[in-house]
């Protein structure tokens, strides 16, 4: 829970800062809860019956205040009529955040971006996906449609024929 308290008075103070710049933030915003299942992204806003819900993940909790804000008042400039997406509005009110206050709103962020490191960089690569024609590598760590469906897709330099590379395998007898 403390996490969660933590949460709303950061919240407040970003609502507070960006209602001082005139920025027209909802006044609705009925929950701030944070997911530790979220390993995509640092934070969400979504409207249900004219009522705003702000995510964030658990990720960013252990980290400084500052970067909690980031997430916050990039979430919270979604609440402003006509800034559901990143658009030309929202980027307007990002910039002038981050102008007065020296924040880093963008529309993404990478976790090198927060100094945090990326907990997918230590999972290894399990697929490698090879141009029959060029010899451009693609890595996954992961099953995709590329992996599963190869034969679907074309490599986006040349546009040649994709094939999984054969892992090598050895066994022991």
Not at 94 to 120: D, L, W
């Amino acid at each position: 829970m403390e996490r969660e308290h933590r949460a709303k008075e950061i919240l407040k103070k970003c609502i507070n800062l960006v209602q001082q710049e005139g920025i027209p933030v909802a006044e609705k915003i009925e929950k701030i809860y944070i997911n530790d299942k979220i390993r995509s992204r640092f934070g969400s806003c979504r409207k249900e019956n004219g009522s705003y819900y702000i995510e964030l993940s658990g990720r960013i909790m252990p980290c400084e205040d500052r970067v909690i804000e980031t997430v916050l008042l990039h979430e919270l400039l979604h609440t402003c009529p006509g800034c559901m997406n990143h658009g030309f509005r929202w980027k307007k009110y990002a910039e002038i955040i981050n102008q007065k206050y020296g924040y880093e709103i963008t529309a993404s962020s990478r976790y090198e971006t927060f100094g945090m490191e990326n907990p997918e960089s230590r999972e290894p690569v399990k697929y490698t996906i090879l141009c029959t024609n060029c010899g451009n590598r693609i890595e996954r760590r992961r099953r995709c449609p590329l992996v599963e469906k190869t034969d679907r897709y074309r490599c986006g330099k040349c546009g040649g024929i994709l094939k999984i590379k054969e892992k090598s395998t050895t066994s022991c007898r």
